[in-house]
């Protein structure tokens, strides 16, 4: 068991939580194709809390290295890019729009899957592993999963029309490669 607490070790107790985070962004996917949007949810919810515990974990016991940063941007990009626009496309969008504005849909969802991915490659190109800066710039993806989530929670209730989910959806990814200071908890 030597392996959980050895930094050059793939397979540390740090990159196990993170692959926990892919685990259940994986399952949340499969969930959403089914429908059963409360368990997708769940699931995200579950997945960024091992994202918050791998990092706490890899710090506390030096246990940072490349491959858990890659590690982790990649659980990043499927757990809190990929599984909320999925979500919102098939919960919000296809539910609730004409098939003439699943195309606009479509591009709202594409702009913010790659303003995802561009925001942790561009984090993880001028990240040291192990270092923890005070603040990021520009909003965090699991932040941007929040907000979606919140979002989706404001249509589901009906305090916002599926045309406002896009406009959102296009502000939150445009602020993931903002300047805007967000304070590292």
Known sequence: MKFLWTPSSQFNLANLFTFVNISA???????????????????AWVGGAFD?????????????????????????????????VFLIFQAVYTT????????PAAIVSIYYVIAGLRRLIHFNINTDAGSVD?????????????????????????FLPAYAVGI??????????????????
């Open 25 to 43: 962004g994986l399952t949340a996917t499969y969930f959403i194709t089914q429908n059963n949007f409360t368990l997708a949810i769940i699931l």
């Open 52 to 84: 918050i515990f791998d990092g706490k974990i890899a710090r506390k016991y030096e246990l940072s290295n490349e491959f858990g940063v890659q590690l982790d941007s990649f659980a990043d990009f499927l757990s809190f890019v990929l599984v909320p």
């Open 96 to 103: 609730s729009l004409e098939s003439t504005f699943l195309i």
């Open 134 to 158: 005070k603040y990021f710039t520009g909003v965090p993806t699991p932040l941007g999963a929040i907000l979606l989530w919140l979002v989706y929670v404001a249509f589901t209730y009906s």
């Open 168 to 185: 959102l959806m296009l502000l939150i990814g445009w602020s993931l490669n903002s300047k805007l200071k967000v304070k590292h908890p």
